[in-house]
């Protein structure tokens, strides 16, 4: 299945202050500071994403897999 990837800069966030959740088409990401609801191009597996924080680049990266239906178009 084809993946994407969202890269979110964080400035001065702590990898302990991030609640991030991963629904079928939406990212919800929350800090103390801040709050992102981020509506997603495409479905996606919400079970199956990865997240890491890289902190020397106060950056939160989200790779995520699409979840589409098989058609004649689409047979990945």
Do not use: W
């Not at 939406?26 to 103390?32: A, G, I």
């Not at 509506?39 to 199956?48: I, M």
């Not at 890289?54 to 178009?73: A, Q, W």
Request: with cysteine.
């Amino acid at each position: 299945c084809p993946s994407f990837q969202i890269k979110i800069k964080l400035p001065e966030t702590k990898y302990s202050d991030i609640t991030l959740d991963i629904q079928e088409k939406v990212l919800d990401l929350r800090t103390p500071q801040k709050k992102l609801l981020l509506h997603l191009p495409y479905r996606v597996d919400s079970k199956n994403g990865k997240a890491r924080f890289l902190s020397e680049e106060e950056t939160l990266e989200v790779t995520l897999r699409v979840s589409r239906m098989f058609d004649f178009i689409n047979f990945l």
